[in-house]
């Protein structure tokens, strides 16, 4: 272990708690800033209402596909954050190798049955035919879910060491790539939003090579090395066993938005969807912010762990969800004065209808306050899984999708005839 490694695994295990939050969470907030923004920059790029609701319905299936490389990295750092501040070394290496390889084969399993399902799942659900035009931007945007399985697990186990800043510095250029390209692409060259999704895919293949670089550098404490190719089921195994309630808890999360998309596209249409989409991205400007919490708070809590010291590990839980508050409330508060602005950024308000904006300004009242719900259920989240007790994230987001969601909307659509608020 370097001494600069050393020093950092350190801090973790003593140093001030609120700093040792901080110095992991800020890069990690600016991370999921700029991962927020490869959303809106194809949102705000594309010129027509039919494009954004297609951009709007297609994301949020992705972001439902990659719950699987998300729930695998989180399950494979917080088992090896234990092993990590119990300075088992060797094994926290070979359960991060084995992490990287599960997590690269499950998301390619997953891609190869999304890109043969997936038409016959949009057409039987009802989707729009004008959306289902826009099929080969969410075939790119799944390609793109599978490169990002190599990012994500990069981003788990150098969480684990505390080295987020590399993170966010990584992807600052990833995004200015991204920028680069969807301008051309999209206001240069007068493309599709296809184009929108291979810039995202470009960008993060380039992440990718430097993200497996660094996996594999003989310089990385937790290197992933090629014989870990070979799947050992004791080693594996309780990654997949905490992994899957954790990747059935962001699936159900995300496909909860695809169902309100579907009910949205059968009962009004497609600018509904479209509006829901730019609501949505302008409540969680400040929403995103606060949960990076909860991707710091399951590294902290595991390496607290494993050194033994369950105090402070329960400690950063009131810590985080005080910090996460706080950011939540401002949020609303900021974006409820500009909302103008946000709006701006998504809306022509030259040439959009003026029933469209009406509609995006009008969920946009009610979506708001999700700003600091979500975060503090979230980081509720990551402190369970990093107990490994990731069964309760099953359930409090099988509760908020079929206890509370599905069934409010489907009461307030068929039985009151309520409009698309």
Not at 76 to 97: C, F, P, Q, T
Request: charged content about 15%.
């Amino acid at each position: 272990m370097t001494t600069k490694t050393l020093k950092r695994r350190e801090f973790i295990l003593h140093g001030n708690l609120f700093k040792v939050i901080m110095m992991i969470t800020a890069p990690l907030a600016m991370y999921a800033v700029f991962n927020y923004l490869y959303g809106i920059i194809d949102l705000a790029l594309v010129p027509t209402i039919t494009a954004k609701a297609t951009v709007v319905f297609y994301d949020e299936m992705k972001n439902a596909i990659s719950a699987f490389g998300a729930g695998i990295a989180t399950a494979g750092s917080v088992i090896v954050g234990r092993l990590y501040g119990a300075n088992k070394i060797d094994e926290a290496r070979k359960h991060a190798g084995q992490t990287f390889w599960l997590n690269l084969l499950v998301c390619s399993l997953v891609g190869i049955l999304v890109f043969i399902f997936s038409q016959v799942f949009f057409v039987a659900v009802g989707t729009p035919s004008d959306i289902l035009e826009g099929l080969p931007y969410f075939y790119i945007q799944v390609v793109t879910t599978i490169v990002m399985s190599v990012t994500t697990t990069f981003v788990g186990m150098e969480k684990v060491k505390g080295n987020t800043l590399l993170v966010f510095i990584l992807n600052v250029a990833a995004m200015a790539i991204k920028i680069l390209l969807s301008v051309f692409f999209i206001k240069v060259l007068n493309l599709s939003e296809v184009f929108a999704a291979l810039s995202t895919l470009i960008s993060q293949v380039m992440l990718m090579g430097v993200s497996l670089y660094l996996l594999f550098r003989k310089s990385n404490i937790l290197k992933v090395k090629l014989s870990d190719i070979k799947l050992q089921k004791t080693v594996f195994l309780p990654i997949l066993i905490l992994a899957i309630p954790i990747f059935i808890g962001k699936f159900l999360f995300s496909i909860g938005k695809v169902i309100v998309s579907i009910v949205a596209a059968s009962h009004y249409s497609s600018d509904v969807i479209s509006a829901f989409g730019v609501m949505s991205k302008i409540a969680s400007v400040f929403g995103n912010l606060a949960m990076t919490f909860e991707e710091g708070q399951s590294s902290i809590i595991s390496i607290n762990i494993g050194s033994k010291q369950l105090k402070r590990a329960m400690l950063s839980y009131p810590i985080s969800i005080g910090i996460a508050a706080l950011i939540g409330i401002a949020g609303v508060i900021f974006s409820s004065i500009y909302s103008h602005f946000f709006m701006s950024l998504f809306i022509n308000f030259e040439t959009d209808s003026k029933e469209y904006i009406e509609m995006v300004y009008n969920m946009f009242l009610y979506e708001r306050w999700s700003t600091i719900t979500n975060a503090l259920i979230g980081i509720t989240v990551a402190a369970f899984i990093g107990f490994k007790k990731s069964f309760m994230s099953t359930i409090i987001n099988i509760a908020r999708l079929f206890v509370f969601r599905i069934p409010i909307l489907l009461i307030c659509v068929f039985a009151f005839k309520m409009n698309y608020i």
